[in-house]
């Protein structure tokens, strides 16, 4: 009968283009010889006359050893299909198994794919790396399909992040394979490359499925793949196993975390359908707080099934005090820390406390330039370990290159490695002047004629982003957001409140542009308790009236007016004219009864005049001719906007212009002027698009569709009050949103939509 050596020989000779007869005169072997190794006759071939062969077909080392293993494996009869033994090593199925549909169906079709040709599978967890679930999902696969594995399935635990020793070596697990596979000790090579040459004959042409479980590496791993096509191989490994992928063709899938409803399904399986009805609440936390991590859930639902009269909601409140103390146990394979702290153990001395230095960063994920700042190693070195993080699957790296850590392995972080307190406060603070200087010039070119402030310079070893335009500095603020109010809440944490008052400073126009009303808030709160444990005035004069603006965006008019009449009060302290212009100017902004806030314009344009401070002045015309226009004074206003839009434009103050247009759009429609209303409208949305105000586009969208309606084109009225109500709900100005709403549906009926637009 035909096996591994007859077939191994048949195809050696048949690749070098020689008939038996050929091979006989080149090798000195017989012909009879010959055919009876190629026909499985020859049942205990010479290994001289193997080594003549080997030489006569010009074999590489590798393909000498797979000849000599598979001629044992004839000798020990391990060469006969009939008298091998079928191995089903897979562990017992997990249970219960839930969700990972996606992850699935990429297996089925990984399998489907190979066709017999199996590359290797490879599975990694990205969000998190031990307790993400990736043995419970290769074997729940493995035992759903082992009937496509009619000659065996074979599984190794390479312990290559193991609590009790080093990773396995890879030629115990070849023996172990050996052994499983039947073949005679006795017949087994000595040498750890003939053994595996022995394994990779014996499963040759076989359809067997092969799991390696928990590899350290690559190196790990590439001495246990089969040399056939027919074999399939899954490897589970904390690290990415790049070599893996880039040398053997292997598939790589990525398993991050269960969703909310999965893990919902967990725990309704493992306590009971009642049990988690009852307390609904208190299973939403804990979802939350497990992050869809597996091992937490499971030791979680564990910690309720061993304390029946607990209830959910007490786990719930110990898991959000101490989430790693909840998730600990003396049994490390149960316990959450241990788990972690075994890929820890992996990481060197740089990598550690990079891990550490990411776990204390503000922010839920952070950009290389954030990063390099953070660990000061500079940029090319920052990314490297960042990759190594990444390949031990501690950091996950999305789409656009930004870094994050799941919560409870930034938790883990945070304790795994002592820092001393000098490098954790100045990579705080690194980073922290990072988020501030690149915020600042961001600032600056969304408003260069803003008046400055002053920031300390950056540390050693700081580099911040270069942002070349207006586009650019909206996308950095767009992506940066959430990170930059955490810094400063960091910076009020660590006492460094002239940090803190400075990004609610930086924020300002993007907050503005975008809509961000109650963040806006928020940061000028915090500004304003910051500047008060400052001793300067400026600052808390600036503070509490940019607090005031926060506020009356809002229709918070009586905090409004407390926050300027503070302002004020500290500008006349300091006998300062300009402070005084800046706050009547926002005052004005702030009463509600139309002639008290013409005063206030009128006396900060009163101010500004005495001033050399063309962009003030050219604020105050623009606010004397809006009130004046809402007081039906038409002449008036349009002289002042005039003469303010004449400023604007001779220092080249684009958002002063638009603002500036659309008060002439306004004054335009109340005095009868639609198609003047209209084109002025039209050139402030420009503008304003152009600025990447969403905000104030919003609004002049839904004045004009009042000038359009004055017009009788309704049409053209509710196309622009429909992309007005757009904005309005991705602002969450729903109050806004609605009026439109009411005015598209009068304009449906015909009635008069026309009001105060």
């Not at 029946?308 to 898991?319: F, K, N, V």
Request: proline share 5%.
């Amino acid at each position: 009968m035909e096996g591994a050596f007859a077939r191994s020989v048949r195809r050696f000779r048949l690749r070098a283009g020689l008939t038996q007869e050929s091979l006989s005169e080149r090798s000195g072997v017989s012909v009879s010889t010959i055919r009876g190794m190629e026909t499985g006759k020859r049942r205990n071939p010479q290994l001289a006359s193997v080594r003549q062969l080997a030489c006569a077909l010009d074999l590489r080392p590798a393909e000498l050893d797979e000849l000599l293993a598979a001629a044992a494996g004839a000798a020990s009869g391990a060469d006969e299909r009939p008298t091998m033994p079928v191995p089903r090593q897979l562990p017992s199925p997990p249970a219960p198994f839930v969700g990972r549909r996606h992850e699935l169906d990429r297996l089925n079709a990984a399998l489907r794919s190979g066709s017999g040709a199996a590359a290797p599978v490879v599975i990694s967890a990205i969000a998190g790396a031990g307790g993400v679930g990736k043995s419970w999902l290769m074997l729940h696969w493995a035992h759903r399909n082992a009937d496509r594995f009619p000659d065996g399935q074979l599984f190794v635990d390479l312990r290559g992040f193991s609590p009790d020793g080093d990773p396995m070596d890879p030629a115990v697990a070849v023996r172990g394979f050996l052994d499983a596979l039947g073949v005679d000790p006795g017949r087994i090579p000595v040498a750890p490359h003939a053994q595996a040459a022995l394994f990779r004959s014996l499963v040759a042409d076989k359809r067997m499925l092969l799991v390696l479980d928990n590899a350290a590496d690559t190196a790990h791993v590439t001495s246990l793949l089969p040399g056939g096509d027919t074999c399939t191989v899954a490897v589970t490994s904390r690290n990415r196993l790049s070599g893996l992928i880039t040398g053997y063709g292997a598939r790589h899938l990525s398993v991050g975390t269960l969703t909310d409803a999965e893990a919902n399904a967990l725990l309704v399986a493992r306590l009971g359908r009642g049990r988690v009805d009852a307390e609904p609440s208190a299973v939403e936390d804990l979802v939350g707080l497990c992050g869809g991590f597996p091992l937490a859930l499971s030791i979680v639902a564990g910690r309720a099934h061993t304390h029946p009269h607990m209830s959910l909601a007490d786990l719930a409140g110990e898991l959000s005090e101490g989430a790693l103390d909840v998730l600990d146990d003396a049994d490390p394979a149960a316990s959450l820390p241990a788990v972690l702290s075994w890929s820890h153990r992996a990481l060197t001395d740089e990598e550690a406390e990079v891990f550490a230095l990411l776990a204390m960063a503000p922010g839920p994920d952070i950009s290389l330039s954030a990063a390099t700042s953070l660990t000061g190693l500079g940029r090319s070195r920052t990314r490297a370990v960042l990759r190594s993080l990444e390949q031990a699957s501690l950091v996950d790296q999305d789409a656009v290159g930004r870094y994050r850590m799941h919560d409870l392995i930034r938790r883990h972080a945070a304790t795994a490695h002592q820092l001393s307190d000098s490098a954790r406060e100045t990579a705080l603070q690194r980073v922290l002047d990072f988020y501030t200087h690149t915020a600042y010039a961001a600032a600056r070119l969304l408003d260069s004629h803003r008046d400055p402030i002053e920031l300390a310079p950056p540390l050693p070893a700081c580099s911040t982003q270069p942002l070349p335009d207006i586009p650019a500095a909206m996308d950095w603020f767009d992506t940066e957001h959430r990170n930059l109010l955490a810094a400063q809440r960091t910076a009020v944490a660590h006492g460094l409140h002239r940090t803190a008052w400075q990004l609610a400073w930086t924020l300002y126009d993007f907050h503005y542009r975008r809509g961000h009303r109650h963040d806006q808030l928020g940061a000028w709160q915090i500004a304003v308790d910051s500047a008060g444990r400052l001793p300067d005035v400026g600052a808390q004069i600036l503070t509490y009236r940019l607090l005031g603006r926060a506020h009356v965006v809002l229709g918070h008019h009586q905090e409004a007016i407390a926050a300027m009449n503070q302002a004020l009060a500290l500008s006349e302290q300091q006998n300062d004219r300009a402070l005084q212009a800046k706050a009547h100017y926002t005052l004005a902004s702030i009463w509600p009864d139309g002639r008290r806030a013409l005063e206030h314009a009128r006396r900060s344009l009163d101010l500004y005049r005495g001033l050399d401070q063309p962009i003030g002045e050219a604020n105050a015309l623009n606010a004397v001719g809006w009130y004046a226009a809402r007081l039906g004074d038409h002449d008036t206003a349009r002289e002042h906007c005039r003469s303010a839009l004449a400023l604007y434009h001779h220092h080249q103050d684009v958002n002063g212009q638009a603002q500036t247009l659309d008060s002439l759009g306004y004054i335009d429609h109340h005095s009868g002027r639609h198609h003047d209303a209209v084109r002025h409208y039209l050139q402030a949305i420009s503008l304003y698009r152009d600025l990447d105000n969403t905000y104030e586009t919003a609004d002049t969208l839904d004045r004009l569709g009042h000038a359009h309606a004055a017009l009788g084109r309704d049409d053209q009225a509710l196309g622009v009050w429909r992309q007005a109500r757009s904005l309005y709900r991705q602002q969450g100005r729903d109050q806004e949103a609605e009026e439109v709403d009411r005015r598209i549906d009068g304009l449906g009926r015909g009635s008069d939509p026309d009001g105060t637009g």
